[in-house]
């Protein structure tokens, strides 16, 4: 049984919802504001917290960096939102999925499956290492030649995967599926954007690569670049 919190200000999609969300036999609660999610989020710690976007009484990205904050609740996105802008900017800030209205219920319930699968009763693999780049995935740190490298969620998540691969060539639909959570498509403008972003962070440009070589239509490929395999 899974305990989840609607943070939705629409009365009829909220009831909607829960009703549907209830009869599958998870429970359900919600609110209508920000600030009502925010404190039904630290009162009730719900197993997965859906949240619109579109909040009366503030923006619902500072309420995905406010619940971020305070506790690791996997949050999934509902809105009506469907620029590419927005959903950077959503999964940048904490949200674990991002799902544009309008939506059925088992779309939903598959959803809340996945992220579930993703955040929960994960094991916290080694340390990675390639050459002087150090990745801890429990720690979520990353060090280049001992020195702390601070990244954005996604850009740590971009190199966990890449680690996670080593020498060998991660395509940009790969990155949009296991970073973005995106497998049927998007905007290869994200990819780059955040590659260049990681890039600048390690010291380097595709122009003069050390650990991070793009594969030109294909996607990019992490290296140590002393050689060693």
């Known amino acids: 049984m899974t305990s989840i919190l609607i943070v939705e200000d629409d009365q009829s999609i909220r009831d909607a919802l829960r009703r549907s969300l209830a009869d599958r036999g998870h429970v359900v609660s919600v ?17 997965v917290v859906l949240l619109d976007l579109g909040l009366p009484d503030m923006d619902g990205l500072t309420l995905i960096a406010m619940i971020r904050a305070a506790v ?17 900017r959503s999964l940048d800030a904490g949200a674990d999925d991002y799902v544009v209205k309008p939506f059925g219920s088992e779309q939903i319930e598959a959803r809340i499956r996945a992220v579930l699968r993703r955040t ?28 702390a490298v601070e990244l954005s969620r996604k850009e740590f998540d971009m190199l966990h995967l890449l680690c996670r691969h080593v020498g060998q060539v991660v395509t940009r639909r790969e990155l949009l599926a296991e970073v973005w959570q995106q497998p049927y498509g998007g905007s290869d403008r994200t990819v780059d954007v955040h590659l ?9 440009s595709a122009a003069q690569p050390r650990y991070l070589h793009s594969v030109r239509g ?7 670049p002393s050689g060693r395999t």
């Open 218 to 224: 294909v996607g990019v490929r992490l290296v140590d």
């Open 120 to 147: 929960t009763n994960e094991a916290t693999p080694e340390p990675y290492t390639v050459g002087e780049l150090r990745l801890d995935p429990g720690a979520r740190t990353v060090t280049l030649a001992g020195a």
């Open 31 to 47: 609110a209508a504001t920000g600030m009502g999610g925010l404190e039904a989020t630290l009162r009730e710690q719900p197993d």
């Open 72 to 88: 690791p609740v996997p949050i999934l996105v509902i809105t009506a939102q469907d620029d590419d802008p927005t959903i950077v």
């Open 196 to 204: 260049s972003w990681l890039r600048r962070k390690l010291g380097e």
